[in-house]
């Protein structure tokens, strides 16, 4: 249980009014990059965090954790959901008279699963659901955009399913394609090894030029991505799910994971690449086949990493918010 009081030193908690208003955020973790989609596509995971704020006029801010990073968060103005929200508040020239924040974690932190992004949306959605909705979900995205520095988790946690990203002039089209992940869920097959492997970090590494056959690699792929998840073909996706611009600078530095992929092919997986930058891999398969995350996590351990397995599926829904 994470406790943060924000308005520390203003004193004179009151009652919580009876009209106090309570909405509940629900957020899907997101796989980014699909192999060569890298900052370009993304999609949805039925893997969700659920988060309640409540209203007070207390001026506090109080934050509780169950779940993922429960133990791990910060207990301090740096917690993701508290800053996103009290920048809605401020966008809209409005004060925060005080909330409670209750977070269902389900999302791994810090995985390639898009936990950053839900925080993002979540703090952002939940504070201008608590405003009556001063900005549309299309301004909502666009300033998560921003905060985030790239759509392809974004976008599709607040839109669901399958989603493209552009930049157009100085902002993002994102775009809800159509996708049989969209219309009847596709199996995957997460492995989270236990190892650090920050977005930051995993970023940083990667050159900032890339040779013309490596673009045309992963734009041709790119397209044929679209389409294997388009008529759910997952012959052709394991044949495009491949990349040249991230994949081959980051799998090495993650003990095991070149392994693991290759051992989740052997099990029988159709496609499988980095989940976002790792360091989670993602298999996508017909249906459930548990040799997949089991040869994975043989991989890692030999690699001497303990590893978790996610069975879950693409979900068509993105984020929702309900008034309590
Ligand atoms: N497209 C981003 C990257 C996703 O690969 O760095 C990070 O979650």
Redesign the pocket.
Known sequence: MLNLEIFQGINSRKEEKEENMKVMVKVPATT??LGPG??ALGLALNLWNETTFTTTDDKQITVTVEGEGAASLPGDANNAIVDAALGIFDRAGKTCTGMKIHCLNRIPLSS?L?SS?AAFLTGMMGANALLNSPFTDEEILRIAIETEG?P??VAPAMLGGLVASIVYEDRVISMKLPARANRSPIHVTIVLPDFDFP?KQ??AILPKQVDRKDAIYNISRAVLVTEALRTGDLDLLGKVMTDAL?QPYRIPLIPGAKAAMDAARNAGTSAIALS??GPSLIAFSSKENPAVGAAMKHAFEQAGLSSRVFELSTSYEGAEVSIL
Do not use: I
């Open positions: 980014a990059n890298f900052d390639g898009g992004s790239h392809d988790n977005t995993a970023r991230h976002g930058a």
